[in-house]
């Protein structure tokens, strides 16, 4: 008995009972329990899910053909399974057409029962060992992404540890940043779908706890100042936008290319009013564009150190960052409809991160 086998699901699909019931009899044979082993003498559309489940599928190759020569084809050949198909003719084109694609062989009617065994047995080791192998590296990059978020989010706690009076200001920007983010990739025709997806979702929301990294290369004497700043401390606090940049920028790793761009333009306004470069509308990066209204409306309704007046209350933030001339040409005007349509969101998460500071020591 194969041990390895134990596992998998195999699908016979046979018009031919004594066929299909020795084909059974050698997928039993290698050690796959009975209870694993199904057999059809037709392609239906009941068995559809219970055929894209399997691990092997041993297909006649002229009921295939009937079911795509239909009006209404039901059946694609499923994508994660090893394939055996059974044909009269081993050399028909469309069969080598079929036979391009990765696990999968043929076998002609009159096969041998030696040469269907080594066949069989070879496709499903094969499969297991490419399962096991992806199941491996799934959990490598599982590993890395885990470390990864881990190391942002130490680098993201010195940065505020630096900063008296942000206290989790990062973290919670990051939160409202991703449900922006999360929210324009579900319109049905974002602006610009190349500069994110649901895949880099997770770089928006790192990027967004690294947006103040440059206070990092700010004294102290500066950084910890409390009440107003002069003038010339003020642009070099400015220059933490610039210094971030200059920490972050020449990786080839996707995540830290998106901290380099936040960075850098998290504090540029769509009218061209911000800094450092003075950039304008869609000039300016998207994700800096999504964190610059995390990072204001986060600002506001927690009260900082530097601040004289007290917080404002989120949901009327929400609506002066919208219609509020003080607000006006600061923000892309569709993100900010984007925000108000996602206001008890945003809500909940400013109330869980209330209650999360509450509870901690």
């Known amino acids: 008995m194969q041990p390895e086998l134990q596992n998998c699901r195999v699908v016979i699909v046979n018009k031919h009972i004594y066929e299909g019931e020795m084909l059974q009899q050698i997928v039993l044979q290698l050690g796959v329990p009975l209870d694993r082993i199904t057999l059809y ?53 469309q069969v080598m057409e079929l036979l391009s694609r990765d696990e999968s062989d043929c076998v002609g009617y009159f096969w041998h029962e030696y040469e269907a065994t080594g066949r069989i047995k070879q496709l499903l080791i094969g499969h297991i060992l490419k399962k096991s192998l992806q199941g491996e590296v799934e959990q490598k990059t599982k590993q890395l992404a885990d470390t990864l978020e881990e190391l942002t989010l130490r680098l993201a706690e010195a940065i505020e540890g630096r900063d008296l009076g942000t206290g989790r200001h990062a973290k919670r920007i990051s939160r409202y940043a991703e449900a922006l983010g999360r929210a324009y990739v579900a319109q049905p025709n974002p602006q610009d779908r190349e500069a994110l997806s649901l895949e880099n979702l997770p770089a928006l929301r790192r990027a967004a706890l690294l947006h103040d990294i440059g206070k990092l290369a700010i004294a102290d004497s500066i ?47 769509w009218d061209s009013s911000g800094y450092p470069q003075g950039l304008q509308a869609e000039g300016i990066p998207l994700m800096g564009r999504i964190v610059a209204i995390a990072d204001v409306f986060d600002a506001l309704t927690k009260r900082r150190r530097y601040q004289t007046n007290p917080p404002i209350e989120p949901r009327q933030m929400i609506l002066d960052m919208r219609n509020s001339k003080q607000w006006s040409g600061h923000f892309d005007p569709y993100l900010l409809d984007l925000f108000a349509k996602i206001e008890e969101e945003v809500l909940a998460l400013f109330n869980r991160g209330r209650r999360h500071e509450t509870n901690s020591p």
């Open 223 to 269: 950084l910890k100042k409390r009440g107003r700043l002069t003038d010339s401390e003020k642009a070099i606090m400015n220059s933490h936008t610039t210094r971030g940049a200059n920490i972050l920028k020449g990786s080839e790793l996707a995540d830290l290319q998106a901290a380099f761009q936040v960075a850098l333009t998290h504090h540029e306004k």
């Open 41 to 93: 003498r037709k392609l239906h559309r009941q068995y559809v899910r219970t055929i894209n489940s399997c691990d092997l599928l041993i297909l006649e190759y002229s009921l295939y053909r009937y079911s795509q020569n239909s009006n209404r084809p039901f059946f694609t050949l499923p994508d994660n399974a090893a394939l055996l198909f059974i044909s009269a003719d081993t050399h028909d084109q």
